[in-house]
């Protein structure tokens, strides 16, 4: 891979370690081309992928969007596997199971759906949050239109005490949804 595959932070700029991101897309495209790495590395192992910020790194804004497609492909990829020896009906069955593991906390009041940061940490604005998780009631209960990528590109405000929720608990619920997003797009 060559140093110009994405973009580099202007001088004393920072962005995601080079080498880190070359070798984890090196390893991605050889599980996705069935050429070697892990037999199961899929979306789960790309969402999950964290790079160190360095300066001088790959802009973050082209390295993310690069994650994110190749995330849609690994999930268009499993798919379409499911779907080849299992069927249509299959898949959405298993899609269907996948989302209802997110509606219980959909039912929890606003303001109560995750936890909130502990002492004098911050969080992501309760406001904020609640307002994209009725947005994913919405979706599943009126067929309104929302995206993965909507969802992928929120963006919280930040408060603290119980005006927030704890970032890890809602980043994790919301890669949840794009999954189940992505699972049907």
Do not use: C
């Not at 004393?12 to 495209?29: I, P, Q």
């Not at 082209?62 to 299992?86: G, I």
């Not at 009631?137 to 119980?162: C, H, M």
Request: aromatic share 10%; net charge neutral; proline share 3%.
């Amino acid at each position: 891979m060559s140093e110009t595959m994405f973009r580099t932070a202007k001088f004393l700029g920072k962005g995601y370690a080079r080498d880190e991101v070359e070798e984890f897309l090196t390893k991605a495209r050889s599980a996705y081309e069935g050429t070697g790495g892990p037999a199961n590395f899929g979306a789960a192992q790309v969402r999950a992928q964290g790079f160190n910020v360095v300066r001088g790194g790959y802009k973050f804004s082209e390295v993310d969007a690069a994650m994110d497609r190749l995330e849609s492909a690994f999930v268009a990829r499993a798919r379409a596997d499911h779907v080849a020896v299992n069927g249509q009906k299959a898949w959405m069955n298993l899609v269907a199971e996948q989302a209802t593991t997110l509606y219980p906390r959909l039912l929890r009041p606003a303001g109560k759906r995750f936890s909130h940061p502990k002492g004098r940490e911050r969080g992501y604005r309760v406001d904020d949050v609640d307002a994209l998780l009725e947005r994913l009631v919405a979706y599943f209960d009126e067929n309104q239109p929302l995206t993965s990528r909507e969802i992928r590109d929120a963006v919280f405000a930040e408060s603290k005490g119980t005006r927030a929720y704890a970032e890890g608990p809602v980043d994790a619920y919301l890669a949840r949804a794009v999954e189940v997003l992505l699972a049907v797009e």
